[in-house]
């Protein structure tokens, strides 16, 4: 079967780029091995958005009873899965529509323009490869026993823990950290690095650990686990902290140490597609070494985020069919949905200094606007970087609103918008967006 563009993998990346493909008028054939949607909508952001919810609505309640609420655990587990059901449905629909095939199975390559699924091969002068990624293993003593592991398995649990162990301090991490405190289970985080979120902004990451003490999370900072073992029926995580031996121990241990490309069984080898440690290397229209063949999302290691998949999905479309275009892979927002949030964009002060750059830093604690007073939500800050005329280079924030705050900034840095620029903006009162222009 000949068509003009096969995707392999249906996860963010894979089944925008089929549908935005089909609307400029070309034949996809999109190959999907598990359920569409990927690891996003199946067991990533979207069923962590759905606990995520449920978690501010408890802390809510605590705010203004001054008591923990009960947990329905049960009720909370079969929403997030009634979630994911009815986005997996939706996405479906999307594969349904005309000018997109969705194909069943395994793909694997013949030759750099064949690939076969089920004994049947499917043909194209340009492939698209979106198989994403999966839960980094963690390689010490006690990774495979019981009640160790992953986000997959910790959000298919049906029963509440009452004491849980994150080794990792990452965006995963945190995110189940605070939700699961929100859930009034005890929570320890472990982690390798001397600060949490390592990519973000300092600032913002120190911020966002003090505030999830405050919660009552406990944090063990550069901290290296030696050894998972079982001790009176619970699981013991043993680590290193600064030459120091020492224990956490918990009802379920998750191991949060990131995420790897997912390339493996498509034969990329015997097509000479290049990789470098897994992940698929690719130039910056997402072109592997091999002519037509292409490689999008976390499968190529770039920026393992759901949005820089789609949109290097277009960009790869645009490419194949001789579309200009002014998408910004250099400008791309980040969150940690945590409690408080955290979003980031563009350059941290660290890289500023680091690269020797002539940059400015504007510090706005949330306590400076009336609607983070009104809503009992005054502890975070917004650290806005510009370079040289002003023009906006980074955008850093810790609290509520937190990601919508850096989606605003990151359309403006997409068009060069310089600070001066950003204060002839108006912006609704009372908003936490204000602080922008505070």
């Not at 698209?128 to 010490?140: C, E, F, N």
């Not at 920026?303 to 949109?311: E, K, P, R, T």
């Amino acid at each position: 079967m000949k068509t003009d563009l096969i995707i392999i993998g249906a996860g963010p990346g894979g089944y925008h780029t089929a549908v935005y493909a089909a609307r400029q008028g070309l034949e996809v054939t999109i190959i999907e091995r598990k359920h569409v949607g990927g690891t996003c909508l199946n067991s990533g952001c979207i069923p962590t958005k759905a606990l995520c919810h449920d978690a501010s609505l408890l802390d809510a309640a605590s705010l203004v009873t001054g008591a923990q609420p009960e947990v329905d655990f049960d009720r909370i587990s079969n929403r997030k899965r009634d979630v994911v059901e009815k986005l997996r449905q939706d996405v479906e629909s999307l594969m349904a529509q005309p000018g997109i095939t969705l194909v069943r199975g395994n793909a694997v390559f013949k030759d750099r323009n064949t690939v076969s699924v089920n004994g049947e091969d499917y043909c194209s002068d340009n492939i698209i490869i979106a198989t994403g990624s999966r839960p980094k293993p963690l390689r010490v003593e006690g990774f495979d026993l019981p009640g160790v592991m992953t986000s997959d398995g910790l959000l298919e649990l049906n029963t509440l823990p009452r004491t849980l162990c994150i080794i990792g301090a990452g965006v995963i991490g945190l995110e189940f950290a605070s939700v699961f405190r929100s859930f009034g289970c005890e929570v320890t985080v472990v982690e390798y690095m001397k600060e949490c979120l390592p990519p973000y902004d300092q600032d913002i990451s120190r911020r966002v650990r003090k505030a999830m003490e405050k919660r009552g999370i406990k944090f063990v900072m550069q901290a290296g686990v030696s050894r998972i073992a079982t001790t009176d029926g619970l699981l013991e995580v043993n680590y290193e902290c600064k030459g120091k031996a020492g224990q956490a121990v918990a009802d379920i241990v998750l191991v949060a140490t990131g995420r790897e490309a997912d390339s493996g069984g498509l034969g990329l080898e015997a097509i000479g597609v290049a990789t470098e440690r897994g992940c698929i290397t690719v130039d910056d229209n997402m072109r592997t070494n091999i002519d037509g063949i292409y490689a999008i999302g976390d499968v190529n290691g770039r920026c393992m985020l759901a949005h820089a998949a789609i949109m290097q999905g277009m960009r790869c479309v645009n490419c194949i069919i001789g579309k200009p275009d002014d998408i910004r892979l250099d400008v791309m927002p980040s969150a940690v949905f945590t409690n408080p949030e955290a979003a980031s964009v563009g350059l941290t002060e660290a890289q500023c200094r680091d690269a020797g750059l002539d940059y400015s830093v504007r510090k706005t604690p949330f306590r400076a606007n009336g609607r983070a007073v009104a809503d009992e939500a005054d502890g975070g800050l917004l650290k806005l970087i510009t370079g040289s005329g002003g023009r906006i280079i980074g955008c850093h924030v810790c609290g509520v609103h937190a990601a919508d705050i850096v989606q605003e900034v990151s359309a403006l840095m997409a068009v060069g918008c310089t600070v001066d620029r950003l204060h002839d903006i108006t912006h609704i009162h009372p908003t936490i967006a204000e602080l922008l222009v505070s």
